[in-house]
């Protein structure tokens, strides 16, 4: 069955904009988690959403927001861009929520910021 | 590619040769693990997961050990092959204030032929 899929896959802004990216899990998953990926910071947790509520929030600024809709597929929006925000954003997927449930990763939104 | 880290430890291997990559894991109240592969351009892919009831599990080609006592993870390839080239990650269940993965900061793995 198909994967994670992200859209865009690249996206190049200017700061001060805002950008929205898109996520669709893998078919009859619930759990949709995004990371920001840096060479610098790694893998760092924005948020989790199940059942179209957010469940956890990593430490990120509320510029960094999210929504999942009841299809699953879930969105994430950065307002007010800053060069600091260039980066990989990662969405992945799981059946559930928590704990023995293994993320599956899409390939990515390469976000630039000029 | 995009470079995942620039500044990631390095272990090169010979084709064929087995390769072992280690993590160390921050919080002894973790209990589920999961090995991912990161290949240029791409996202992180699973390889193999473990819970802390256990000590060893083997995939194919892959084998995890988990050491709770001194909190390390490693994960052992087989006959290394040139595809095996990527960064890889550990990462553990956070289950203390906020529920989330900790990533590691990752190992590139070199496959010299």
């Known amino acids: 069955k198909a994967g994670v899929t992200q859209t865009p896959r690249y996206l190049i802004k200017t700061r001060g904009q805002q950008v929205t990216l898109s996520c669709s899990p893998i078919s009859g998953h619930r759990s949709v988690s995004w990371y920001q990926q840096t060479p610098g910071q790694g893998l760092q947790f924005l948020f989790e959403y199940f059942s179209e509520t957010q469940r956890n929030k990593g430490n990120f600024p509320g510029r960094f927001s999210g929504r999942q809709f009841s299809n699953s597929r879930s969105e994430m929006n950065v307002s007010t861009l800053e060069l600091g925000d260039s980066a990989l954003y990662l969405c992945?997927?799981?059946?559930?929520?928590?704990?023995?449930?293994?993320?599956?990763f899409g390939d990515g939104t390469r976000l630039s910021i000029l | 590619g995009e470079s995942v880290g620039l500044h990631l430890p390095t272990l090169s291997v010979q084709e064929g040769d087995n390769s072992i990559i280690n993590c160390a894991y921050s919080?002894?109240?973790?209990?589920?693990f999961i090995w991912y592969k990161q290949e240029s351009g791409k996202g992180p892919q699973f390889i193999i997961d473990i819970r802390s009831n256990m000590d060893k599990r083997q995939g194919q080609r892959v084998t995890v050990l988990l050491n709770k006592t001194v909190k390390h993870l490693s994960l052992q390839i087989a006959a290394t092959q040139p595809g095996d080239s990527a960064v890889y990650f550990c990462a553990e269940w956070q289950r203390s204030g906020t529920y989330k993965y900790i990533f590691g900061t990752g190992t590139r793995l070199k496959v010299l032929a």
């Open positions: 919080n002894s109240a973790s209990d589920y």
């Open positions: 992945a997927s799981s059946l559930g929520q928590g704990r023995d449930q293994p993320q599956h």
